[in-house]
């Protein structure tokens, strides 16, 4: 089969990866110039394979009045005219409730883990070299309260067979001890088989290992629309030519709405910014070993190949990329508290990404209207995370027409 790939982020590459492993002639197609050029450019880096909550919880609900009034807030909605963000924001907050945040987390864990096992498989067959560590995660929390409620979650999600441990402060100590000079945590949660690798050099190894099975890609080449016969879709109208194909997948994050339309659909996806820093590690420096998410601050640091990459905000402010004076310098004032002295902090090569978030974080892997488009979207904050599974998903359906979701 011809299948036709649009979007060559982390969810795109995966997914021509997965056809052509998988014997189909793809053709990957972007209108960036390279792979990795969106929201997988630089993104917290973390593999959070047992991290999987849904933004949408009473939890959140509870938090949200606070958090939009305090203008530090790592949480900023802009309201703009566009009634896809009110669209949006209404089905957020219907998810806001226990059944959904349960329903929720048990479809993430196991297309988590689904992603865990596909990797691991496709890493012993293919050298993909993207600065891949399993160097664990560390998740701080500020006090009691939030101790109790992560001692919920990991009972919640005790089944998986994760190991995962309720520490107090000294123990996280002793697992990473460049904390020490941090007092931002009364303990935390410590989770061994969590990973960490670079997004960026992720798509470009897949997409040199599918080459080698024939992949074509066409970049610089924005999609515009599809051309259909007999209810089914035969080529995209692309703004460097037309590709036909005997079946495509949409894989373009937060700008698949868009193109969607075309389809007849009206997918509830909407762009979350965030940023990310990545600073050099001083060498002989108190050097983090460990990812670590810190629920005070509200933000994710991973070291990556003798760098560490800082994530952090969700903002609500439309598609614009645009990073507002003070950012950086919010986020990395915060490493310097958190690692004193640890990195350096002059070029902070900072940057700006979309999270393409659904209401209920739980991405929309199905076929379209059009029966041979296959839809890989809305992965929110856990594309990387979640790319090989969802990957794998959507190459059954291109496949058979058919993939059983992962549930347990
Ligand atoms: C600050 C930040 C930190 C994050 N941290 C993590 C993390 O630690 N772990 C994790 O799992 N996830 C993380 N994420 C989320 C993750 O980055 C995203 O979920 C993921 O990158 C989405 O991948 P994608 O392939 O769907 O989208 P993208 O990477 O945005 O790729 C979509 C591609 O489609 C192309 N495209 C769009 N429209 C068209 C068109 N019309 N024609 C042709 N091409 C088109 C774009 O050019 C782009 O290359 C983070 C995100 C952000 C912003």
Not at 140 to 152: H, I, K, N, S, V
Not at 155 to 170: E, S
Not at 250 to 263: D, Q, Y
Request: hydrophobic letters at 45%.
């Amino acid at each position: 089969m011809k299948v036709c790939v649009i979007g060559a982020g982390v969810v795109g590459c995966a997914t021509a990866y997965a056809l052509c492993s998988a014997g189909h002639e793809v053709v990957l197609v972007d209108a960036n110039a390279a792979p990795g050029e969106g929201a997988s450019f630089a993104n917290g880096g973390q593999l959070s394979y047992s991290y999987v909550e849904p933004l949408a919880s009473p939890a959140t609900l509870r938090a949200l009045p606070a958090m939009l009034l305090d203008k530090n807030s790592p949480l900023r909605w802009r309201p703009t005219a566009d009634p896809a963000q009110w669209m949006w924001g209404l089905q957020f907050l219907t998810a806001c409730n226990s059944r959904q945040a349960e329903q929720g987390t048990h479809r993430l864990l196991a297309m988590a883990e689904l992603s865990r096992s596909t990797l691991e498989e496709w890493m012993a067959r293919d050298s993909l070299d993207f600065s891949f560590t399993r160097n664990g995660k560390l998740v701080l929390c500020p006090d009691a309260a939030t101790l109790r409620r992560q001692r919920q979650q990991i009972a919640l999600q005790a089944y998986t067979g994760v190991t995962q441990q309720l520490m107090n402060r000294d123990q996280c100590l002793a697992v990473e001890p460049a904390l020490a000079n941090y007092h931002g945590f009364a303990g935390g949660v410590w989770t061994p088989g969590e990973c960490a690798a670079d997004p960026h050099l992720f798509c470009q190894a897949l997409v040199a290992a599918a080459q080698k099975r024939g992949l074509q890609c066409f970049f610089d080449a924005p999609a515009q629309a599809f051309a259909f016969r007999n209810k089914q879709a035969t080529s995209l109208e692309t703004a460097k030519g037309r590709i036909q194909a005997d079946a495509f997948v949409l894989a373009t994050g937060a700008n698949a709405p868009a193109l969607a339309r075309h389809l007849g659909e009206r997918l509830p996806i909407y762009p979350i910014k965030g940023y990310s820093v990545t600073l050099p590690l001083k060498p002989g420096g108190n050097i983090p070993t460990v990812n670590v998410t810190d629920l005070s601050q509200k933000m994710v640091l991973a070291p990556l190949g003798g760098k560490l990459r800082v994530a952090a905000m969700a903002e609500f402010t439309g598609h614009d990329l645009g990073i507002a004076p003070g950012t950086v310098e919010r986020i990395t004032r915060t490493v310097e508290k958190i690692y004193p002295g640890a990195c350096e902090l002059v070029h902070p090569n900072a940057w700006a990404g979309l999270r393409p978030a659904t209401p209920t974080s739980v991405p929309i892997i199905r076929s379209s209207r059009i029966s041979n488009v296959t839809l890989n979207v809305g992965h929110g904050a856990l594309g990387f995370t979640l790319a090989a599974g969802s990957a794998s998903l959507a190459a059954g359906l291109v496949t058979r027409g058919k993939a059983s979701a992962p549930t347990r």
